[in-house]
């Protein structure tokens, strides 16, 4: 197996995984991207030099993993790959803000390092969201939600093309590589042949994306696609809404953390 072909089977686990008869999967779709959501914004909202207040939202993404059986080695492997994005935002924080914000054990922590920290929790718990919406509920449900909350037809038609084709293109690649491998009998791949390469592979995308097109005419495809799922929302959906967006509106008010430090050594005296 080579790289697109790894790539190829990583795409498609998530959708997988959804396909499962869970708790979190019987939850509406709809639901779970209005409390996916909000929570990214609560998280995105927090300050800097905020990390200890992250530390009660992590209950909401081990719920979902849990609640949806969803296996942690994906899902870190989907992190670890978009974290560079994350730590290029965050490298220069240490540089720019030396000044001293806390005490571990007699020995002060610069502020940087605490913005440096509070970055990458706060990409981890965002986009960690994002992948368990996806791996409990799959994305053409999570399109159909999107459309269903108001989002507009065009913006999730290309959604659902370009995941659905996606697989298309990345297969197609993937033979290309496969056949040259077999006919190149261990040769490097010269920087003239990857460009063919590249080249052969857009027409045959542009020439797929044709006879696609005819055929989705032809079977009276009109630009929407047909809705899938409930359409009324049952009562473990408001409750399973209510709760989370109750918990997020107390973490983003209040110092939890600081609340229960309070209540506990308040106790221990």
């Given at each position: 197996m080579n790289a697109l072909d790894a790539a190829l089977a990583h795409l498609g686990s998530l959708d997988e995984l959804a396909a499962r008869g869970t708790p979190m999967a019987r939850i509406d779709a709809r639901t779970k991207v209005v409390v996916t959501v909000a929570y990214v914004a609560v998280v995105a909202s927090f300050g800097r030099h905020e990390l200890t207040r992250l530390a009660p939202l992590a209950l909401f993404p081990a719920a979902v993993a849990a609640l949806?059986?969803?296996?942690?080695?994906?899902?870190?492997?989907?992190?670890?790959?978009?974290?560079?994005?994350?730590?290029?935002?965050?490298?220069?924080?240490?540089l720019l803000d030396r000044a001293p914000a806390a005490l571990v054990g007699g020995v002060a922590i610069p502020a940087g390092w605490i913005a440096f920290a509070s970055i990458l929790a706060r990409y981890a718990l965002s986009l960690g969201a994002a992948l368990l919406l996806v791996a409990t509920t799959g994305f053409d449900q999570v399109a159909t939600a999107l459309r269903r909350l108001g989002a507009p037809r065009a913006l999730v038609v290309q959604l659902l093309f370009t995941w659905r084709y996606l697989f298309v293109l990345v297969g197609e690649a993937a033979r290309m590589v496969r056949a040259r491998e077999l006919r190149a009998h261990g040769r490097p791949l010269r920087v003239g042949v990857a460009a063919q390469l590249v080249g052969v592979l857009l027409l045959r995308a542009m020439e797929r994306?044709?006879?696609?097109?005819?055929?989705?005419?032809?079977?009276?495809?009109?630009?929407?696609?047909?809705?899938?799922?409930?359409?009324?929302?049952?009562?473990?959906?408001?409750?399973?809404?209510?709760?989370?967006?109750?918990?997020?509106?107390?973490?983003?008010?209040?110092?939890?953390?600081?609340?229960?430090?309070?209540?506990?050594f308040g106790g221990a005296r």
């Amino acid at each position: 197996m080579n790289a697109l072909d790894a790539a190829l089977a990583h795409l498609g686990s998530l959708d997988e995984l959804a396909a499962r008869g869970t708790p979190m999967a019987r939850i509406d779709a709809r639901t779970k991207v209005v409390v996916t959501v909000a929570y990214v914004a609560v998280v995105a909202s927090f300050g800097r030099h905020e990390l200890t207040r992250l530390a009660p939202l992590a209950l909401f993404p081990a719920a979902v993993a849990a609640l949806g059986d969803v296996p942690l080695r994906p899902l870190l492997l989907r992190l670890a790959i978009a974290s560079p994005f994350a730590l290029g935002v965050a490298a220069l924080e240490p540089l720019l803000d030396r000044a001293p914000a806390a005490l571990v054990g007699g020995v002060a922590i610069p502020a940087g390092w605490i913005a440096f920290a509070s970055i990458l929790a706060r990409y981890a718990l965002s986009l960690g969201a994002a992948l368990l919406l996806v791996a409990t509920t799959g994305f053409d449900q999570v399109a159909t939600a999107l459309r269903r909350l108001g989002a507009p037809r065009a913006l999730v038609v290309q959604l659902l093309f370009t995941w659905r084709y996606l697989f298309v293109l990345v297969g197609e690649a993937a033979r290309m590589v496969r056949a040259r491998e077999l006919r190149a009998h261990g040769r490097p791949l010269r920087v003239g042949v990857a460009a063919q390469l590249v080249g052969v592979l857009l027409l045959r995308a542009m020439e797929r994306a044709q006879r696609v097109h005819a055929a989705m005419v032809c079977r009276g495809f009109t630009g929407t696609f047909p809705p899938r799922g409930r359409t009324r929302l049952a009562a473990p959906d408001a409750a399973f809404a209510a709760g989370w967006l109750a918990f997020f509106a107390a973490a983003r008010a209040l110092d939890l953390p600081a609340l229960l430090g309070a209540a506990l050594f308040g106790g221990a005296r």
